[in-house]
């Protein structure tokens, strides 16, 4: 009996464990191994979100120069808020773009 029960006790313990690993959303990987599966996105202004990456992208190169320039001791005021600036846009790109 005492080997029944642990088995029992052990069997129940892992079907909850299991119950509460939850639904996850498909990788990429497995979006990519079934083609059929499309995602369904939404109507985007996709003018908006090129304007969108636009920015990030001046923002992103305009800050890579000024972190060469950090080496000499020199740090830009508005660094900080262009760096909070890109986080916001690419947080909104996610978002919109449904990639959160």
């Known amino acids: 009996m005492n080997l029944i029960g642990r088995l ?47 920015e990030l992208l001046n923002l992103s190169q305009s800050v890579s120069i000024d972190v060469r320039d950090v080496t000499s001791g020199t740090v830009p005021k508005d660094l900080r808020d262009r760096l909070k600036r890109i986080e916001k846009l690419s947080k909104k790109l996610r978002s919109d773009l449904l990639l959160d």
């Not at 990987?29 to 939404?42: F, I, S, T």
């Open 8 to 54: 029992l006790i052990v069997s129940i313990f892992s079907t909850t464990l299991l119950a509460q690993h939850g639904h996850r959303d498909p990788s990429p990987e497995d979006r990519d191994a079934n083609p059929d599966r499309l995602l369904v996105v939404p109507k985007v202004d996709t003018a908006q979100a090129m304007r969108d990456s636009q």
